[in-house]
């Protein structure tokens, strides 16, 4: 069939791994093609209507620092802006916004019609197509239209023969009521990808004026709100309330009883579901000990009554869901204007993708987000990001963009992806990364922007104003190491009071501000030292000050492994040739085809002795040319 | 390329060893211990030559050496390489070997010399499969080590520890990602109590742990034996000289003698202790009570029998009181007419201490129970490893510990017990960052 429209790059998808991959593929000079089976659900959160939260929100700042959309448009859509963590070390604080849902759509969607390069195309997609190099040639919808393309990115979420079950009824279909993708999983297969089921789940909607908010905790926005995007100005919509609800042993009771009447206990269900979110009736059965479980009320948005009930997901059947619900404090009279339903889907086990996003094997084929393994909005925009930069580098030859796990969460996301696999819904979380105390989120305009301006994602003049912030910090930090503060009655007192010594000898600034509980802001104030920075440089220097010498140390941990990260592994490299490797190694390298000699110290099975005969038999194998 | 050492000479008793260390640093590292006698620089020295000097751990001189500078491209590795050669005996040269760790080197890896003079050209390629050979024996055998560790007490404890961090670590990991309620388990004192007492385990692991001990000191044995079974003589025929009075009276040895002795291949720091037997006599009773308190530290028991008596009730009341300590009964006085040897669950050597046998019976039996634990040809590498991720471990703990009195916020806390984890998870080759996620969603109700 002759294609009925060329492009360079397909993306099949527009949540939020969708978006990232076509607005980053179009502003790179592709011209790309967004297809989604319904325009009205671009950029959806058909869960949480939320974006950031622990760990998330580091990710939400990275795709921020490196051009994506993510940062600027959760700014746009907040409605409650909480710094989450503020307790507990900054390397683990973490934005949190609650958004606006229809906005939400409504901004990305008019982003996507604005970019240049950009088409969006509502259209379900059934096959993809590649010539007999296995090179991608285009895709082909439902009604046998063919659109050529020279690379695709699969961003199919949870949309792929998406199954909905509410109690022991299943229905096919997609995420809030779309209609699902039923074509595109046997194509899939054809091309020899290997696809098997995930499960997630999400809590009823109920009304705004049936909850009794007197029984409840309200939870507001910070006072002193923090955007996401390092180029935002202006102020942040901030005056929409939480609240919270607690379930009772009444609560566990009806669960309890009603547990048969689950997809998931009954066996319905055979896809594995995420384990940091697990449903209402897996927390209660788990842990059984618990004598209540938090619920959160949040608004889903300004113009609507709508409002989720955050923690609460389950699969049990609607007779239910009404039951347990009533049996919750303030929730005596509610009203559920949607259900809460299971969701399963096709995805892939990312072991087969490359750290590029790419399918190992297949030439200009990318896959992103849910379809990955993962779940949230977050991990899904940061990888949609990724294999849009890659997608767009095959596309016109550039170096493809790879992350390492020291440089941001994203590199450390799709690296356990690529390296590791995932059995359950992938979530990120700041246990993940090795390199956590260096990866503050306030530090990824630092590690990242440079890489999004190289990548042409990030304006002259943004790129300017970054610069002239590190020159800013840099220069503190310089005077802060420099300056000697003289013991006076003042700073002793200042001292004493936060709990630490005082000073009897002339110390340097820089070996009091270590001491934990000494602000920056205090000491300079109360030395009348003025080093002209914004808040943003202030903090960032502090925190550098504080940070440093735990990062030094962090980082000589793994001098050695980013020395294997500098050695290739071939692509055709055969493992079961190399005298002495134990075959468990052969086997996991040989599934996994590690693209570094890092990756593959990474697996488990393969001991030190295999890293070392890798390194042999590539010396050698440099002899013959 | 780090900067590596090892120990390069077999593992064992002989008359010199040789320490060699290799990479960027290693005339560096080797300059920090190194004192000349003729006030000769490692980093001044030219390659080919070497000079006679003393090493130090600070101001304490451990051994005379032969330093020896290799410059590359002209050593055996084709990098930087120094060569300290000491004197025989494992304890100077792991001693040589430690400082090198402190001052930077790491120990070497499976087949690493070989490996890296490969890398860098010194081996031509028809011997890069002998090199292969080399690393994957090198590996098999640390792979033996690390298995039979794992079975062995230390690793039982390691692991003990290791499981107390990662919990710790679960915790921190599910409070610091987003939990809404504190978990008790990290509550200002249990927290300050969990580490401390991971820190106590360590600090006694690394400063008493058997094998390693046994190895360093050597082994600490009690003679025990009811009074006049003969333990002077034994302990006579054991030191070669005579250390206890000799006297046919019961009860003439009062004080606790301690001597140091080599059998075979073991180290033994021998007790001789007061006979033991109810008395009244005040002075024997102080001698009695230092006997038991000798077999409190003890890993050995040599039980002397007088074989012409045969085993007693007393000798049975005695050999309970050993528990689960390594037992020989040395059936003493054989020369004259004597009992048959007894059924017994501890190994019998019948003597004659009096005749001065060949100690090689004694030594046969020494293997037959210790096997090669503490002789250092089967457990040298892994214990040269081990003792250095111990000190590693506990350095990083002792430092959560110091923050935490300081305040320093969780997530500095937390990254210091990570390390710490890790580095013991070397041992086995694992990473824990897995374990601790796992434990997360295993203990803790996640998610909201």
């Known amino acids: ?625 | 390329m780090t900067t590596i050492a090892a120990i390069s000479t077999p593992p064992a008793q002989g008359g010199i060893a040789m320490i060699r260390v290799s990479g960027e640093n290693a005339i560096e590292i080797s300059e920090h211990m190194f004192c000349a006698y003729q006030n000769k620089k490692p980093s001044e020295m030219t390659g080919y030559t070497c000079a006679y000097g003393e090493i130090r751990d600070g101001t304490e001189r451990i051994d005379d050496v032969i330093l020896t500078v290799f410059r590359a491209p002209h050593s055996y590795t084709g990098e930087d390489t120094v060569e300290i050669t000491c004197h025989g005996g494992l304890y100077v040269s792991r001693r040589i070997l430690g400082l090198l760790y402190r001052s930077g080197a790491e120990p070497a890896g499976p087949g690493e010399f070989t490996k890296r003079a490969f890398l860098n050209g010194k081996l031509s390629l028809s011997q890069a499969e002998a090199v292969m050979d080399l690393i994957r024996a090198d590996g098999d055998a640390s792979l033996r080590q690390a298995n039979y560790a794992r079975e062995g007490r230390l690793g039982k404890q390691m692991q003990a520890i290791c499981a107390a961090l990662t919990d710790l670590l679960s915790a921190m990991t599910y409070w610091l990602d987003d939990a809404e309620e504190f978990p008790p388990e990290l509550s200002p004192e249990h927290l300050s109590a969990q580490i401390t007492k991971t820190a106590d385990k360590l600090h006694d692991m690394i400063t008493h742990y058997d094998d390693g001990r046994m190895l360093r000191e050597g082994i600490r044995t009690v003679l025990l034996g009811l009074p006049n079974a003969g333990k002077s003589t034994v302990m006579n025929w054991l030191c070669g000289a005579d250390k206890s009075i000799v006297t046919e009276y019961e009860g003439t040895t009062r004080d606790v003698i301690t001597e140091q002795v080599r059998i075979g291949d073991y180290t033994l720091l021998l007790s001789d202790t007061a006979g033991i037997r109810d008395t009244d006599n005040p002075i024997e009773t102080i001698g009695i009570a230092a006997a038991y308190k000798a077999l409190d530290d003890a890993d050995l028991v040599l039980y002397t029998v007088d074989a012409v008596r045969g085993l007693r009730d007393e000798d049975l009341e005695a050999l309970a009181r050993c528990g689960a300590r390594h037992v020989i009964i040395l059936w003493n006085k054989t020369d004259l007419p004597h009992e048959e040897l007894p059924e017994c669950r501890y190994p019998i050597v019948p003597i004659a201490a009096k005749s001065n046998p060949s100690l090689n019976v004694l030594a046969d039996a020494l293997h037959n129970i210790l096997g090669d634990t503490v002789t250092g040809t089967y457990i040298s590498a892994l214990n040269e490893r081990q003792q250095q991720i111990l000190v590693a471990a506990y350095e990083r703990i002792s430092q959560a510990q110091t923050m935490l009195i300081e305040g320093a916020p969780l997530d500095l806390i937390c990254s210091e017990l990570e390390i710490a984890a890790n580095k013991l998870a070397e041992i086995e080759g694992k990473q824990v960052t897995d374990d601790v996620i796992e434990g997360v969603f295993e203990k803790f109700c996640v998610g909201k």
């Not at chain 1, 939260?53 to 051009?67: N, Y």
């Not at chain 1, 098997?196 to 789940?201: P, S």
Request: neutral net charge.
């Open chain 1, 1 to 625: 069939m002759e294609p009925i429209r060329r492009f360079d790059v397909g993306v099949i998808g527009a949540g939020h791994a969708g978006i990232e991959a076509a607005l980053a593929s179009a502003k790179r000079g592709c011209k790309t093609a967004l297809f989604t089976i319904s325009l009205d659900q671009i950029g959806n959160m058909p869960c949480n209507p939320s974006i950031g939260g622990s760990a998330k929100g580091h990710l939400v700042r990275e795709i921020d620092a490196l051009g994506g959309i993510m940062g600027t448009a959760g700014d746009a859509c907040c409605i409650q802006m909480r710094m989450l963590n503020k307790s507990k070390g900054a390397s683990v604080h973490s934005p949190r916004a609650q958004a606006d849902r229809r906005l939400y759509h409504a901004y990305t969607k008019k982003i996507c019609e604005d970019t240049p390069n950009l088409e969006i195309i509502q259209t379900e997609i059934a096959d993809i197509c590649m010539d007999e190099s296995n090179r991608i040639t285009g895709v082909v919808n439902a009604f046998g239209a063919v659109f050529a393309c020279k690379a695709v990115i699969l961003c199919t979420g949870t949309f792929l023969k998406g199954m909905i079950y509410i109690g022991r009824h299943g229905e096919e279909g997609g995420p809030d009521a779309c209609l699902p993708a039923r074509r595109l999983s046997q194509s899939l297969a054809n091309a020899g990808i290997k696809l098997r089921r995930f499960k997630t789940g999400t809590p009823c909607r109920v009304h705004r004026r049936s909850i009794d908010y007197t029984k409840l905790q309200p939870q507001y926005g910070d006072e002193d709100p923090q955007p996401f995007s390092f180029a935002h100005s202006g102020q942040l919509r901030n005056d929409a309330v939480c609240y919270i609800a607690n379930t009772n042993e009444e609560t566990h009771r009806i669960i309890r009883e009603n547990i048969g009447e689950s997809p998931l206990y009954s066996k319905m269900i055979s896809g594995v579901g995420p384990r940091y979110c697990p449903s209402i009736e897996d927390k209660v059965i788990r842990f059984a000990e618990r004598e209540r479980h938090q619920i959160f009320v949040e608004p889903t948005g300004f113009d609507t009554e709508e409002m989720y009930l955050q923690g609460f997901s389950t699969s049990l059947p609607e007779y239910v869901q009404i039951q347990m619900l009533r049996s919750v404090s303030g929730f005596e009279h509610i009203e559920i204007m949607r259900s809460a339903y299971a969701i399963e889907y096709d995805c892939i086990n990312p072991i087969c993708l490359d750290h590029t996003l790419a399918f190992k094997g297949l030439h200009g084929l990318y896959a992103a987000g849910q379809f990955n393994g993962t779940s949230g909005y977050e991990e899904a925009a940061a990888q949609g990001l990724i294999a849009g930069i890659n997608a767009s580098a095959y596309i016109r030859g550039d170096t493809p963009i790879e992350l390492q796990r020291s440089s941001s969460y994203i590199g450390t996301l799709i690296d356990d992806l690529v390296t590791k696999g995932t059995d359950d819904p992938y979530r990120m979380m700041t246990a993940r990364s090795e390199y956590r105390l260096s990866l503050r989120h306030t530090t990824a305009d630092k590690r990242l922007t440079p890489i999004g301006y190289q990548y042409g994602l990030i304006s002259e003049e943004r790129y300017k104003n970054f610069q002239s912030k590190m020159e800013h910090i840099e220069s503190a930090v310089d005077q802060i190491r420099n300056i000697t503060l003289k013991p006076t009655d003042a700073l002793n007192e200042y001292l004493q009071n936060c709990g630490t010594s005082p000073i009897s000898q002339p110390q340097k600034l820089y070996a009091i501000l270590k001491r934990p509980q000494v602000k920056f802001h205090d000491i300079t104030s109360i030395c009348g030292i003025d080093l002209n920075l914004t808040k943003e440089e202030a903090d960032e220097a502090e925190l550098t000050v504080k940070y440093d010498e735990y990062i030094a140390r962090q980082n000589r941990q793994s001098e050695a492994l980013s020395e294997l990260e500098r050695i290739r592994l071939p692509e055709g490299l055969d493992y079961s040739q190399i005298h002495g490797m134990s075959s468990e190694a052969i086997e996991k390298l040989t599934r996994i085809r590690p693209s570094q000699l890092a990756q593959a110290s990474r697996i488990s099975g393969v001991s030190p002795a295999d890293i070392s005969l890798i390194m042999t038999y590539l010396k050698a194998g440099g002899y013959h040319g």
